[in-house]
Each structure stands twice: as C-alpha cells, then as structure tokens.
C-alpha cells in the first residue's frame, strides 16, 4: 500500500473529546473517528487489526470444536421476555419499534437467540455437545459512553456457546474454551492474566477473566507468583492475617478528648499510632435498614461482599445526618461500642487489640479497645478489597498487584437460559432433559484497544507482531530524489512479491514527518532509504521498540522479517 494512497488521517494534536491513552492514540493515528458518542467508525488500519484478532480467535474457536455462525442483531421482545431479561437489561436495552408497532431489543447479547435456535432443531443427546459462535456487533445503550473503544454502545463481540447433555460435558466445553482463550492472548502477544471472577457459588458455577495488563487498566488484579492464584481485587478472598503483637488486652477501654480529629489519619497521628490500629465505622443503608461495617483504618470495603453477606438487593453508605439521628455524632467519631444497630465486622478486627475507634460523641475516641470485650458484633466476616502483600488463599505466598483490562470472560451457565426458554433434549433412556450451558466472550474491537493501552510510548502505538495493521514501512528520505524513490520502490516491490505486508511512504513530505507517522501509527519495522543506501547498498532497519538503527541489507531485512513473524 502505497501511504499517498493510504486512508491514515492523522492528527499533530490530542482530541480534547479522549480521556485514555488508546482513545487518543487511535484517533491520532487515524484508526476511528467518533461517529456519536461511544459509536464509533473502523478506518482501514483499524480494519487490518481488528481482522487479525478476528483470525486468531476464529482459528482457535475451530480448533476447539466451535461452529462459527451468525445470528441476529435484532432480536423480537417476546424472546426476552421469557428470560425475563426484557425487563432486567433496562435502559442499557436500545429498544425499537417497527411499523406494526412491535417491539424489537438491539442484541446485547445472544443467549436468548442461540437457546432458541438450538431448542428448535436439537431433540436428542445425539445432537450434542454443540459449541457455536459468532463475531459481530453488540449494543448497549451506556449511560455514559466512556474512553474510547473501552466502553463503546456498539462493540464488536465474539460469543460463543456451548450445550451439552449434562454438568460434566460442560465442564469439558468450559475447559476446552479455557485453552482456546489462553492460546489467543499468547498468540496476540499480549501479556494477560486469567482471572476467577467469582468464588465458586452453589452449583459448581464459575467463570474466569482474561485480563490485558496495563498500567490504565480499569479493573485491580491481585495475584500470586509460587501458584496460579489470580483474582479480580473485588473478588478475592481475604484470609485473616495474625493479630498486631505489641499492645495486651489487659489495659482498661479509656475514652480521651480529641478536638478536631476527624479522619482515620488524624486519630492515628494524635494517638501516635498507625492507621492500621483505627477501627473504621461505617455506617450503611441496606434495602434502607442502617448496618455497620468495621474495617481496619487503612482497609477498603469491599461492597459486594457486604451486599452479598447481607443479602440485600441496595447497599448505600449513609449520609452524616442519619449518624447524628443513630449515634448522636458525626462522621469522625463513630465506633461500635455501646450501639445498637447490626454490626458486621471484618476479620481483621476481630485479631485486633488495644485499638482505636470513635466514641459516638464528637471530639472524643477510645483507646485500648478490645473486640469481644468491649462490644460484639453479629458476624465477623470478610469485608474487604484485598491489596498487594495479603497472603494467597491457597499457598499464602504474599500477593502482588496489577491494573488490567477484562478482555474475555467466560462463564458456565449451567441450565439458568436452557430452563427459562426450555431447550430440553431426549437422553438415550427416551427421557427429556435440560440442555447445560456456557457462554464465552471476547471483546474484539476492547481487544484492540486494550493492545493499545499496553503496548506504546509518547510517539505512539508499538503494536505486537501479530496485530500489526502493516509489518514494515519503507519510507524514502527525499522522495524528490529519484534515485531514492527507486530504490524504496524496488524494495517495496520485493517485500510485497514475498507476501509482507508493507507501507511505501511516497509522500512529498519531510522525512520528520514521515518518522513521526510511522511511530504514530506504529508499524514494527521501519526501513529507511536515504543517500547512504544507494552507495553502501544497505538500508536503514529500526524496530519501532528499539533506539537502535541497523544498517542491513535485503537478505537480511527478509532474514529478520522471517524470525520476527515466523
Ligand atoms: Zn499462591
């Protein structure tokens, strides 16, 4: 492709509009243009990329038995409406009308579609196991469209499904989409962890994520080097660490005058102790019923898991006039001891002794406060987000921390759609059984930007190898020399006879200007030809994430190619 050619409209400024790194960066580099917010358009170097994630994903998809097919985006109500879904989804649902005034849902997704299909025409465990997937797009309707192609109302999805004659023929679908998914992520060449994103509930469920490491990802990853341990920060599990040695339980509950102190970290410096000795009272509204939670001072709640001990559908924090109502003070001197509301504490409390908390009146806490002693709660629990340094769950090797970006996720069902849209099968005994299910996404078009957020610096996108929208560019310094221009040219030619993919910069601009776009839109490999080349017959190779020129000639350049993409 010749780069005068080239539809690449690329952009000296950063776009006001774009929050995140691979927002900017794809805008700049002319990969997509906003059409309205979180709708966005592929421009022909986003196309290549997103082509060659789709291919990796295919290839594997069918080596893991998948069928590949495509199914609607419009999607009839009544279908939704078995699931129930049609009201659960909301206004994230876009919804239309057509011209008989009925009423159709724009797929978020698939489920209620492919479990009807299936249904349809799949009577017996002959028909199955069947595991089915597609590429296409996604729609949601954001409240607040956010950060580019992380967060988009129309996306570009592979789902996939399995059904299978029982729970052991799922799990067997699920581990094979387990493998699948890590050979697609290594074979992008981009450095992930696989996460459980739930603890196991009842039925054997479970589902993992595919995290994209990067420095801006959203989501908070902990994980342990000496075990495969790894868990979404919300969802991993806090194992109790010993209680704070130093201070006895003996020393009497004392309360003490604390003008003005009001934060976690104003008690501990006025007590001259660390943050990790304050108890933190918060004070919560569940389903409107006021709770407390307990943590340690420099501890995180973690509200799922406090929603998911309690049982409620809504868990708020309260507001500091409902504190004055309950316990007749504000915010910075709140404590558990004497009230008389559900406590719930973390386990981390319960180790403590001789702490800190407030004394439910302003201005005043206690010292030397003992759990147990000096008041009770109704269940010590585990409350909190977890954070680098906790020991694993399974091996209690301190854990370390990442930032990520949840790339895959896949999940088993089990029979929640099968049963609701009542795909059943007849079993070699003639009896009718529900069909078990497993759903299993990847976020194609996230994919890319996620590669994004990893893999660049201040000039630009480094793509990995394999998603690389071109291989190498070929840029001639003066393109007004026509010596030069020929030389580039001959080479361009070889490499394309040769089946590279690769970019001629014929462009009547500054070879700056040039250098800045190839960085720009970051091609693997730049070749130069300058005076140099024409006498030396060696032209100029830079790997677009080394410093390094190398003066070399075609074999070598083809050499190279050859390792890089072998
Ligand atoms: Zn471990």
Redesign the pocket.
Known sequence: MKASELFFPTLREVPAEAEVVSHQLLLRAGFIRKASGGVYSYLPLAQRVLKKIMQIVREEMDRAGGQELMLPIIQPRELWEKTGRWDVYGDEMFRLQDRHKRYFALGPTHEEIITTLVNADVHSYRGLPLMLYQIQNKYRDEIRPRFGLMRGREFIMKDAYSFDVDYQGLDMSYQKMFEAYHQIFQRMELKYRVVEADSGAIGGSSSHEYMVLADSGEAEVVY?E??S?AANVEKAECSCQEAVPGQTDALPLEKKHTPGQKTVEDVAAFFQRPTSQVIKTLLCLADGQPVVALLRGDRELNVVKFQNLLGCLDLVMADEKAAYELFGAGFGSLGPIGLDIPIYGDLEIQAMSAANCGANQDDYHYINVCPGRDFQVRQWNDLRNAVAGDP??????PLQLVRGIEVGHIFKLGDKYSRDLDASFLDQNGQSQIMVMGCYGIGISRTMAAAVEQNRDEQGIIWPLPLAPYQVIVIPVNSKKEDQMDLARSIYEQLLAKGIEVILDDRDERAGVKFKDADLIGIPLRITVGPKALQENKVEVKKRWEKDINMMGMEEVLNLIGELWG
Request: charged residues 0%; neutral net charge; proline residues 10%.
């Open positions: 342990c000496q075990c341990y694993c769950p399974h091996c209690q090797n």
